[in-house]
């Protein structure tokens, strides 16, 4: 059987779910057929819908703390130098005008500020915030999602995607309806 391509405009397909241990069983059979990049919506947490998708990458925010952290201080450490010893030097009691111990206080400071404004950020950012849409908006039933219903969406990127292939195995999940999810 040859492979169609989806059409442009197709973001995925969505299927739509009575309850949440159904959703919970599609999730892990359409893992087990070899879909890749999918998501599910959910009226309230569910953790094991949770960590059956995720796709357990490590976390870039660690790191972009560190980051904003070693800037801080170096920034700070630099700033207070630079006004210390080179751009307004005053020799007071004969100290140095490096009097590093001195400027360790606000260096603490600025690292904290830094590396909490590089986490906020860089969170926001890794996870695409803010999206005031999405695709999975233009499915008229997709409201349900916050009162009563359960949706899995294979996105149309993932390398098994095929539209009628991908609709029938939906299909044969339990699911409700099949939606197409159209950008």
Known sequence: MAESTPRASLYGLMA??????????????AQAEGYDVMDAFTPF?????SEAIE???????PLLVLIGGLAG??????????VAAVDYPLNIGGRPYFSWPAFVPPAFEVT???????????MFILNG???PYHPVFNVKSFERASQ???????????????????????AGLGSEEVHDVDW
């Open 73 to 82: 201080a170096s920034l700070a450490f630099l700033g207070q130098w630079w």
């Open 45 to 49: 947490p569910v953790e094991a819908v």
């Open 148 to 170: 009563d219903r359960c949706f899995l969406v294979i996105e149309s990127k993932d390398p098994k995607f095929d539209p009628q292939a991908t609709r029938e195995f939906l």
């Open 16 to 29: 739509e779910f009575a309850d949440a241990q159904t959703l919970l069983d599609a999730v892990h059979r």
């Open 129 to 131: 915030l803010p999206q």
């Open 112 to 122: 904290i500020l830094f590396a909490s404004f590089a986490a906020v950020f860089g």
């Open 55 to 61: 796709h357990h990458k490590p976390s870039k925010v």
